[in-house]
């Protein structure tokens, strides 16, 4: 006759939970979703920031005419960690879209943030030439120790 097991109902809590924690070790960890998106409405188009999430293998950036997340117009992919940002070319023309990002790492992806919205410019503006602070770098105002614009061109 083959040995017979005998159990407690504390011994299968016991194996239960011994499993759940060697489990749990096994799982990969999703990406964190990224923060502060920002949407810029540009002539020609948009620029789309947000900030870094570190170890992941890039972001994915949700295109959208409505603001059905289920039914983006496309999604871009931009690989790599350290990019922060994404330029979609419109044309010449006013346009309103919704933007959403998500990291992944892998297959593996995070949560959409939540959206955010932009209107293309028809004229262009000061904004286009400008450098876009990232979202993750604090801006710092300018002081009266500090050159400005107005100082250098105008002796302010």
Do not use: H
């Amino acid at each position: 006759m083959p040995p017979t097991a005998s159990f407690t109902i504390a011994d299968f809590e016991r194996i239960s939970r011994e499993r759940q924690i060697y489990d749990l070790g096994t799982f990969a960890e999703r990406p964190l979703t990224p923060d502060n998106i920002i949407v810029l409405g540009l002539k020609f188009g948009f620029r789309v920031q947000w900030s870094r999430v570190d170890d992941v293998d890039g972001y994915r950036v949700a295109v959208l005419s409505n603001q059905n997340l289920e039914s983006p117009d496309f999604i871009a992919t931009v690989p790599g960690e350290q990019t922060l940002q994404w330029e979609y070319l419109a044309g010449d023309v006013a346009i309103a879209k919704y933007f959403a990002v998500q990291s992944y790492k892998g297959d593996l992806s995070s949560e959409f943030t939540a959206l955010a919205t932009a209107t293309s410019k028809v004229d262009g503006g000061a904004a286009d030439s400008a450098p876009a602070i990232p979202p993750d770098q604090a801006q710092t105002p300018e002081t009266s120790e500090e050159p400005g614009w107005g100082r250098l061109f105008f002796g302010l």
